[in-house]
């Protein structure tokens, strides 16, 4: 059941973009036998209301007789559900923390809008009539559906809100803000380009390191660099950042560097702009990892072995079930393969990995393959899988300095020069990571 505890303040429906909220609850010396059940409130428009504890409506604090008449007669549909047992009132049990509480469809809705918001729903998820028959007869019979329209709105009406606070949080910062973007294509062979943007400070009053993503859409332009560029302003002016900005960091592409040539012309960065574009160190090692592993002996050894999974994993379904039934009965673990991707940061690593935990069945059931019809099927060299086991601990160092260098919540740019040298044993090359 959707509930409000009598400690929360009012809230405003999600529907409603007028109604008044409540500024602050304050102590009254007035009559505390009649006051005990209501709270003193200012209200946003400075006006003090008298707000039921039980069913949270607000009343005049003019006369104590009216809130005398409140809670005795009762007018309150919270008391008068617990003498009468009413079922159309809007109160008939306790909150788990023993508090009175009261059915608020305007509040359900703000939750189911935060739901699918957090969790990725689809705004479809509640509107069903079983959905509604199971809370009407289970929890709360004055439930009445969401439609996935209703929800969509409201969802909306929450990212407005959300997206507005943070504009006014930047306002009020009086520290500089670094930012993350980059640009890449729709996967599955889907049209279209994305472009995020993530806002990364430090919170003055607390000190936390702080981000957010502050945009995220369509990028239908030529990635060029002055679309690129075009794209950024319109986030800066948005959000209120364009003397705000102390770095940006994006990947090495030629139309990165004009783009943020250009915006350093125009915006004059501070410390002059020497920090403005800072490379990102995670996309630097890809690269290196990607040049290492196109020297033709590791190259033909990981072309081979990809076959030998599709071989094992997408030569048919009835293949794919009969090695998943030869680990099964060997007790051995089955891995679905991590395919590799030159964009996609040590995803190579990540293949090899899940290969060779799986080395004996893979083994086993491949020459299986080979033998039953060679002619589709080739054999994997033995000493490809030495090759595996020597690499693959060089590339656990690429992994594992990719992941550290890629935290969010821990300062990164220090870490690069230390790592380096404490992997290789030689200065650090000066750059900055995401």
Known sequence: MASQSASDSATTGVGSTSALGIREIIQTTRNNEI?????????????????????????????????????????????????????????????????????????????????VIQRGLPFNHFDHEQTTRVFQNTMQPRYTHVSRSTLKRDAMKLWVAAKQATIDGFGNLNNKVNLTTDIWSAPHNLPGSYMCVTAHWIEPSTWQMMKRVISFEEFSLVHSGTNLKYMLEKVFVMYGLKEKIMSITLDNASNNTSAMDKLKLKYNPPMGGRFYHSRCVAHIINLVVQAGLKVPIINQMKESFKQMLKDVFKSGDKIRKRYIKVCKDAEKPCYSPNWDVDTRWNSTFEMFESGLKQKMTLVYFHEYLVTKNGRRFKKFPDEYWVLIESLNPLLEVFQNATVILSGVYYPTSPLHGDEWRRTWGVEGAGLLCC
């Open 35 to 115: 006051w005990k059940d209501f709270n003193m409130c200012i209200m946003t428009n400075g006006q003090k209301k008298a707000q039921c504890k039980h069913c949270f409506n607000f009343l005049s604090v003019g006369s104590n007789t009216t809130l005398k008449h409140h809670i005795s007669h009762p007018h309150c549909e919270v008391l008068k559900a617990q003498q009468n047992q009413n079922p159309e009132a809007g109160q008939t049990s306790m909150g788990r923390d023993g508090q009175i509480f009261m059915f608020n469809p305007d509040y359900l809705r703000e939750q189911f809008a935060g739901l």
